[in-house]
């Protein structure tokens, strides 16, 4: 069966990093398309990030590129999203998510989608 884990998480101060991790298990992530999400306090989930199942990259606006990076390690079915300089803004719940219908598509945020259960990040001083 198809999981998803995300890890990495936790308690930084304004301007720490945190390296998210989203781990697959029951199949071959490399050929799927993987997308991270954010539902920050208060808000609507968000999607953040695309990584392809072809390595390519889909950035949505709730995407900072001078302080978030995302990339993926087929060899261990693991995709990251590596956050600089956070700010409090960033706060929330972070999840990943595959396309259920269309594995190779980046996911829209069907709730019938394989998630993870999320990984909450709180930047606070």
């Known amino acids: 069966q198809l999981q998803l884990v995300e890890s990495g998480g936790g308690l930084v101060q304004p301007g720490g990093s945190l390296r998210l991790s989203c781990v697959a298990s029951?199949?071959?992530?490399?050929?799927?398309?993987v997308t991270w999400f954010r539902r920050a306090p208060g808000k609507e989930r968000e999607r953040i990030s695309c990584t392809g199942h072809s390595g390519g990259f889909t950035h949505f606006p709730a995407f900072d590129g001078s302080r978030f990076t995302v990339s993926r390690d087929n060899t261990k079915n693991t995709v990251y999203l590596q956050m600089n300089r956070l700010k409090p803004d960033d706060t929330g719940v972070y999840y990943c998510a595959i396309n259920k219908m269309f594995g190779e598509r980046c996911s829209k945020g069907a709730e019938d989608d394989y998630w993870g259960q999320g990984t909450q990040v709180t930047v606070s001083s």
């Open positions: 029951g199949f071959n992530l490399e050929q799927y398309s």
